[in-house]
């Protein structure tokens, strides 16, 4: 069964805090993706990566960097952690062929306070 | 530029009714679609999806979907709703080439016993 798995379900953080959302997928994809997704405003993609080290800003990357020294392991990070980025956080990872569905982890809810 | 409308963020309908979602998408180039759902709180799984061929495309659940190139749609639908069937349903597009795959806002199907 191919998976994707996201270090937790369920995060509160302090304003100002440095955060850190670990995404691992075990079905060697190339390209890996964070969402973030809001009530009536759907999946806004943050950052994508199509390679180890390779990073391209999606949407609304602004409060976010990302890492992926390896090929299994997209990390986001909220360098400074602020009530509006309270949310639902989903990472997925998709072959390099586009017609090809992505695929989804459980997703992370993180709540600023 | 890549774009998917979803009509309606809310559908109501009751059990054993005719469910229908409404896609729309914008694309320059020969597209690649997709139907995902959401149960709560978990990540996205795909239902369906039409990359060439047959523009009627089956997929899990019952569900099914029409490629219609004239009308820039890719309705969902299924003949019997069930109440298994209440979740978060998205459309999604991507091409060849594309890195990125571009989601819709979402329709909460809300199904009444």
């Known amino acids: 069964d191919v998976k994707v798995t996201q270090s937790s379900r369920y995060l509160v953080k302090r304003t100002g805090e440095k955060v850190f959302l670990e995404c691992v997928q075990d079905?060697?994809?190339?390209?890996m993706f964070w969402y973030r997704q809001d009530p009536g405003l759907g999946l806004r993609l943050i950052y994508f990566?199509?390679?180890?080290?390779?990073?391209e800003k999606g949407d609304i990357p602004e409060g976010y960097s990302v890492s992926r020294e390896k090929k299994e392991r997209f990390s986001l990070i909220l360098e400074s952690a602020s009530t509006n980025q309270t949310s639902m956080y989903l990472c997925?990872?998709?072959?390099?062929?586009?017609?090809?569905?992505?695929?989804f982890g459980q997703g992370t809810r993180l709540t600023v306070v | 530029a890549q774009s998917v409308t979803q009509l309606g963020s809310h559908v109501s309908v009751s059990e054993g009714a005719l469910v229908l979602l409404r896609c729309n998408y914008s694309?320059?180039?020969?597209?690649?679609l997709f139907w995902y759902v959401q149960y709560p709180n978990q990540g996205l799984q795909l239902l369906l999806k039409?990359?060439?061929?047959?523009?009627l495309v089956k997929g899990i659940n019952g569900f099914e979907a029409e490629f219609k190139k004239s009308e820039t749609s890719f309705h969902l639908t299924k003949p019997s709703a069930h109440m298994s069937d209440a979740a978060e349903y998205f459309c999604?597009?991507?091409?060849?080439?594309?890195?990125?795959?571009?989601f819709g806002a979402g329709t909460r199907l809300f199904v009444k016993a």
């Open positions: 997925a990872s998709r072959p390099e062929r586009a017609n090809t569905e992505a695929f």
């Open positions: 079905m060697d994809h190339e390209n």
């Open positions: 990566s199509y390679d180890v080290k390779m990073k």
């Open positions: 694309s320059s180039v020969p597209p690649y």
């Open positions: 039409y990359t060439t061929g047959a523009t």
């Open positions: 999604a597009v991507s091409h060849t080439g594309g890195f990125k795959t571009i």
